[in-house]
């Protein structure tokens, strides 16, 4: 049998990013082939906000099903074509200064790099490419005759089910937990968090950063670059 391998996970909006789920839908409301539907479509998700935030401070899953709903209807191949000019205008100017150095350092320490977020798939093959990644975990369009049902293939990643496909990773690919590394910013990652030897909370949320402090965690801020260490806590 081969050696563990040590993995670096890592979740994406609000660790690496600045972005969110709601500013790529953004993006691809306002990119719709129809100038009236764009607007329309943007409008309205303005006018949703409030909603949306509360039902993601209640439940990331529940706000995954409901806010994954808005892509009903859209063609698949549509929005694989959207993913690199949204890269490009809006996920690649959102990536924090610090981000590729930790993925570079992480690497060069002999770190297999996983993405683990609740983004579509879809969005991510220009996110990987640009950072490196060796895979990615993520949530799934149910796509039917072409388009989307705005379902979500089961399990829906958020919460607790990332630290079922962590675990699931792990059993697949022989890692070694306690020598492995993963990255959030939301306490809506706690468990996943806890399920490496070595975790790591970046520019958390209120209640990580409770955690993070009462456990010794390393508390990382990339808007400001990265250093090299993750064994330093930065205020």
């Known amino acids: 049998m081969s050696a563990p391998t040590r993995v670096a996970f890592y979740d994406l909006d609000g660790t690496l990013i600045s972005g969110n789920v709601v500013t790529r839908y953004a993006f691809c409301a ?26 993601d401070l209640h439940s990331r899953r529940r706000f995954n099903e409901a806010f994954y709903r808005k ?5 698949q191949d549509w929005l ?9 205008q ?17 690497r060069a320490d002999g770190f297999r790099l ?6 579509l798939d879809c969005e991510l093959p220009p996110v990987t490419r640009h950072f490196g990644f060796d895979h990615a975990v993520s949530n799934r369009l149910v796509f039917r005759d072409g388009r989307a049902t705005g379902e979500l293939e089961p399990p829906v990643l ?4 990332k630290q079922e496909a962590l675990r699931r990773f792990c059993r697949d690919y022989n890692v070694d937990t ?15 968090l806890e399920s490496v030897g070595l975790p790591a909370a970046v520019h ?13 965690w390393p508390i990382l801020n990339l808007k400001k670059g990265y250093d090299g260490d993750t064994r330093r806590t930065n205020t």
């Open 204 to 216: 958390p949320d209120r209640r990580l950063r409770r955690v993070a402090r009462a456990r010794g």
């Open 71 to 75: 892509y009903r209807g859209r063609k």
């Open 80 to 88: 694989e074509h959207l993913s690199e000019p949204m890269f490009q």
């Open 30 to 55: 306002l990119h719709d082939p129809s100038p009236l539907r764009a607007g329309f479509l943007f409008a309205r998700l303005v006018a949703e906000i409030p909603y949306w935030i509360a039902l």
């Open 158 to 161: 958020a919460e607790r089910e």
């Open 178 to 192: 306690a020598q492995s590394k993963a990255y959030s910013d939301s306490f809506s990652d706690v468990s996943m």
């Open 90 to 106: 809006e996920v690649l100017p959102k990536i924090y200064p610090g981000a590729k150095p930790l993925l570079d350092a992480d």
């Open 114 to 119: 996983v993405l683990v977020t609740g983004a």
